[in-house]
């Protein structure tokens, strides 16, 4: 009996039902401007582009534009590239435009379907842009759709990294642009660093398209963007401590693989102990609760952690001598990236290569916090809804699931469930040699590069010809991925390597083309286009492409992103999972029911179990551990919330000074309220003269304001109160700056002061970020007294924020009060000038009498043979005497 929700839906329709259904009439619409469209010249495309633009500016919404726009768009495209959008990709393109998340299935024409958001969001002339989720795919997708863009009379540019600079800012400044995540969170940063509004490259944060939003949004959320510099050097700590690592055995640590940690037993603390004092890392008197141990304790934890929680060819390879990250998610490498906090100096000194020394953060940002800064945020990705709860509360982004053009065709088997990994990948192989018999395309999914090189191993040994893409063919990706729909290919891939590249049936016949023509330039073109539609035939006949995972993923929707790979635009595919007792996830999160229940059901070696109930009680474990991941983002971001308004209110006071041409008013304000605080210090509110230190405020004054005033005499005087003492203190030192801005002349003081602003605002958070990042690490602590640590971390870090603020105050006025004076600048100036003067005259000298004094030949000197000329570099005077250099003379070449 169907119930009443069951009902319900089948009437109404579900809520996605009725989005869809709600944007047919704007579709109608679009499709009966058509003829009007197609009747436009190449010209008239772009002459609607200035229309339009223009009645944007004028204040005409958007949404009114919206018919006539995506119209132009789709004329534009099948002009340019052949392509004629479908009504699907309208539909996604309103909703991208709505600010929300478009899942469409691989295969769809993401690409193109963006283009007609970005195109209408453009006509503001305030930028966009389009977020991809690494470079190739940047450059790819803007060097592809720019036709697009210029058949419509807008430009696109693409940021990627090493940009010049000039570039880079002429690439913001396009209609329409194309860049990684990361290349726009560190631009970001970086504007953030200048001192000169002339050197800023981003405009404004209006509107983004993020593609792959699950991955970038959610996958990369957990880990902030840092810039840094170097901090001292502690190679030579962490290489004697990583030395005593090895001595530890299991019954000093426990692992908790659940949330990626490992602490020390009390065996292992007195264990710990005693080696850093035999080592004289400790002091014989210190123990491990000392505070003055921190340090030592935290490279220990961190080298305890590089060696058992970092598994070498799983989370990083060696690649030329260096530690390369590799991403857990994508299986990609993440050249430049490192572990902060000391780890990644931990595993180079495990791996026993260079440790290149830890970094100070100068700036960071959240991927949560930077893209929030969007006045619009939309996304498009295959796989969303698993995680729409946490778009929804984190990015207000709703998820709308956009119907594919044709119906899925594929077939998505049930698990296979085998008691041992061996056991499982040896049904792997059988099911690749019998599928790869019939023709059969496979797709082997794995989860860690390991795993790939060890199936590639065993399917080396049955014969079966093969790619693998990990992150050490990080280089051939696209070619391979663009192979792996062709007839008998198998190829082995980690997570969702290849991602954003179509896998085609019979292979990508542009790419095919391509390569054909670059080995035959007379090939015949229509010959090699029939071949590969004869090859697309022969694979659809072999059942399309059979995607084959060996491995469940924490999380559903990577599992959702490997099936999506078969199936595309309504072609024949299937897709199966098998897995093992042994697997992680199946180990973690609760085997031991399932290992009893197929003991108890007599399992042959070899056999599977396959259910549906398997596929349920699978699908729970990983919904559990997705929670478990959303409240460690939301853990994180609201740490960050709460630095991220210190942030912003840093950021835009730097954009306001730089903004600024005169700062006068606001260093004379700094300097005033310092007044105002060495008085308050040295002469508190409601007490008696008498209890006044005028003697130590005096000091005060003249090491913080540079102003030798009489205080103590002024106190001394008959009536005079605080009142009095701040006025005659304002008095003063505004004297002082008036006299040096008549030195320096106003325009170059102003400059200055300018100068030293944002030079000291960035020294103190710097170190604000530094404080913080030592409170955030020992802030959990305080749960154990009952406390909240985010409450305890939100008001020290405000506490902290009003002292950077206070300090701030007290050293720009300090650096201007001690400014040297015009003629003592240039006398330094000078001094320095003679002093360069001097010590090049003094090399001179020593060179000359070194060598020999025109006229006298080197002693033993003999013209014929070179073995008594000496050694002369080619500027020094020739041996022979001639009093010539020697290149030009017995030197020459």
Known sequence: MLGIGTIAKKVFGTPNDRLVKATRPLVTKINDLEPTFEALSDEGIKDKTLELSERAKKGEKLDDLLPEAFANVREAARRALGLRAFDTQLIAGIFLHRGNIAEMKTGEGKTLMATFAAYLNALTGKGVHVVTVNDYLAKRDAEWMSQVYSALGMTTGVIYPQQPEEEKKHAYNCDITYATNNELAFDYLRDNMRSELSQLVQRSHHYAIVDEVDSILIDEARTPLIISGPAQDRSELYITIDKLIPLLTEEHYTIDEKTRNVTFTEEGNDFVEELLHKNEILPEDQTLYDPESTTVVHHVNQALKAHTLFIRDKDYIMRDGEVMLIDEFTGRMMAGRRLSDGLHQAIEAKEGVEIKPENVTHASVTFQNYFRLYEKLAGMTGTALTEADEFSEIYNLGVVEVPTNRPI?????????????????????????????????????????????????????????????????????????????????????????????????????????????????????????????????????????????????????????????????????????????????????????????????????????????????????????????????????????????????????????????????????????????????????????????????????????????????????????????????????????????????????????????????????????????????????????????????????????????????????????????????????????????????????????????????????????????????????????????????????
């Open 409 to 893: 065709a594929r077939v998505d088997e049930h698990d296979q469930v085998f008691r041992t990994a061996k056991e499982k990948f040896n049904g792997v192989v059988e099911e690749i040699q019998e599928a790869h018999a019939k023709g059969t395309p496979i797709l082997v999914g794995t989860t860690s590069i390991e795993k790939s090189e060890f199936l590639s191993g065993l399917l080396e040994k049955a014969g079966v010809k093969h790619n693998v893409l990990n992150a050490r063919q990080h280089e051939q990706e696209a070619q391979i991925v663009a192979d792996a729909g062709r007839l008998g290919a198998v190829t082995i891939a980690t997570n969702m390597a290849g991602r954003g590249t179509d896998i085609q049936l019979g292979g990508n016949a542009e790419l095919r083309l391509e390569q054909a023509l670059a080995e035959n330039p007379n090939a015949d073109k229509d010959a090699i286009l029939a071949e590969i539609a004869a090859e697309k035939e022969k694979v659809k006949e072999a059942g399309g492409l059979f995607v084959l995972a060996t491995e469940r993923h924490e999380s559903r929707r990577i599992d959702n992103q490997l099936r999506g790979r078969s199936g595309r635009q309504g072609d024949p595919g299937r897709s199966a999972f098998f897995l093992s007792l042994e697997d992680d996830l199946m180990r973690i999160f609760g085997s031991e029911r399932l290992d009893k229940v197929l003991s108890s059901l007599g399992m042959k070696e070899g056999e599977a179990i396959i259910h549906p109930w398997v596929n349920k009680s699978l699908e729970k474990a990983q919904a559990k551990v997705e929670g478990r991941n959303f409240d460690q983002r939301k853990q994180l971001l609201k740490f960050d919330d709460v630095m991220n308004d210190q942030r912003k209110a840093i950021f835009s006071q730097r954009r306001e000074i730089m903004e600024s041409q005169d700062l006068s008013e606001v260093v004379q304000d700094m300097r005033h309220q310092v007044a105002d605080d060495l008085v308050d210090a040295h002469m508190p509110a409601k007490s008696y003269a008498e209890q006044w230190d005028t003697q130590g405020l005096q000091e005060a004054v003249k090491e913080k304001l540079g102003v030798d005033a009489p205080v103590v005499e002024w106190a001394a005087e008959e009536g005079v109160d605080d009142g009095d003492i701040r006025e005659r203190l304002y008095e003063a030192s505004d004297k002082l700056m008036a006299a040096k801005a008549a030195d320096f002349g106003p325009d170059d003081l102003r400059g200055i002061e300018k100068q030293v602003l944002l030079r000291t605002i960035d020294t103190k958070w710097r170190e604000h970020l530094l404080t913080l990042e030592h409170l955030r690490s020992v802030v959990g602590f305080r749960g154990y007294a009952q406390r909240d640590p985010l409450s305890e971390y939100k008001n020290e870090s405000f506490q902290l924020f009003e002292i950077l603020l206070e300090t701030l105050r007290e050293d720009v006025t300090e650096q201007l009060a001690r400014l040297p004076s015009r003629e003592e600048v240039e006398a330094a100036q000078r001094a320095q000038m003679e002093q360069l003067i001097a010590q090049q005259k003094a090399m001179l000298a020593a060179q000359q009498a070194t060598q020999p004094a025109a006229g006298n030949a080197v002693e033993g000197f003999d013209e014929n043979d070179p073995a008594t000329w000496g050694n002369p570099s080619r500027n020094d005077q020739c041996p022979c005497g001639s009093g010539e250099k020697f290149k030009h003379c017995h030197g020459k070449i």
